[in-house]
C-alpha cells in the first residue's frame, strides 16, 4: 500500500515498486498527486481522513507493508496554515496508524523530511542528531517519528523513516518527474534560473 502514490516521490517509488513485480494499492486523494502519474497497480482515490474507506482499502489489500508519502510540503504555508499541516500530516498518518495497528500490519516506511533536524549544529548533519524542528511542517512530522518510535514496543511493529532534504530528479524513461504549478522546490527553480526562465530574488547587501 502506498499512500500519496500519485505524487512526485510517491509515483517513481510505485513505478519501481510495479516493475519488481510487486502488487501495488494507491491510496491518493489527488490534491497535489496526479492520476496519470499511477503507471503501476491500482489508484484508490481516497484521503487518509476517510476511515471508513482506509479500512476498506487496507481489508480488501492486506498488504505486507505500508509506504507512506501522503502530505502537505510547504515550510511556509505549514507557518501560514499550521492547523493544516497538524491534520494532514499527524492526524491523519496517526489515523492511518491506528487502523494497520488493529490489523497487526507493522512494516512501515515513513517519508518523513530533514526539517526535522532544525538548525543542526554540525554539518553533515548525523543521522543521530536532535531532532529540534523550527517551523510546523517539522514539528507535524517528528510528532508522527516519536509516536512511530513509541510503536516499536507493541506487535513487532517496525519502521524506517526517509528524512529527505531536496529530492530531484526524473523517470528516466521521461514518463515522471517534477509537476507543481506554481513552482516552489528550490532545485527546479535554480534549474529555471539558470536557464533564464525566471529570476531568483536576493536581498541587497549591507555595507561593510
Known amino acids: 500500500?502506498?499512500?500519496?502514490?500519485?505524487?512526485?516521490?510517491?509515483?517513481?517509488?510505485?513505478?519501481?515498486?510495479?516493475?519488481?513485480?510487486?502488487?501495488?494499492?494507491?491510496?491518493?486523494?489527488?490534491?497535489?498527486?496526479?492520476?496519470?502519474?499511477?503507471?503501476?497497480?491500482?489508484?484508490?482515490?481516497?484521503?487518509?481522513?476517510?476511515?471508513?474507506?482506509?479500512?476498506?482499502?487496507?481489508?480488501?489489500?492486506?498488504?505486507?507493508a505500508v509506504m507512506h508519502f501522503a502530505a502537505s510540503i510547504e515550510v511556509g504555508e505549514s507557518v501560514v496554515d499550521p492547523v493544516k499541516y497538524y491534520q494532514n500530516n499527524t492526524r491523519n498518518t496517526l489515523n492511518l496508524l491506528r487502523v494497520l495497528a488493529d490489523r497487526n500490519i507493522g512494516n512501515f516506511i515513513f517519508s518523513s523530511t530533514a526539517a526535522v533536524y532544525g538548525n543542526p549544529s554540525k554539518v553533515p548533519i548525523p543521522e543521530d542528531a536532535p531532532l529540534q524542528p523550527i517551523n510546523p511542517y517539522g514539528r507535524s512530522k517528528t510528532f508522527v517519528e516519536h509516536a512511530l518510535l513509541n510503536m516499536t514496543a507493541t506487535n513487532g511493529f517496525r519502521f524506517v523513516s526517509l528524512r529527505y532534504f531536496n529530492a530531484a530528479g526524473a523517470d528516466p524513461k521521461g514518463r515522471l518527474g517534477e509537476r507543481h504549478d506554481p513552482e516552489s522546490h528550490l532545485i527546479p527553480l535554480v534549474l529555471k534560473a539558470a536557464k533564464g526562465e525566471r529570476f531568483l530574488y536576493a536581498p541587497p547587501l549591507l555595507p561593510a
Open 1 to 64: 500500500l502506498v499512500t500519496g502514490g500519485a505524487g512526485y516521490i510517491g509515483s517513481h517509488v510505485v513505478e519501481m515498486l510495479g516493475e519488481r513485480g510487486h502488487n501495488v494499492v494507491v491510496y491518493d486523494n489527488l490534491s497535489t498527486g496526479h492520476r496519470d502519474a499511477v503507471l503501476c497497480g491500482e489508484l484508490v482515490v481516497g484521503d487518509l481522513a476517510n476511515r471508513q474507506l482506509l479500512e476498506t482499502v487496507v481489508n480488501d489489500a492486506r498488504p505486507d
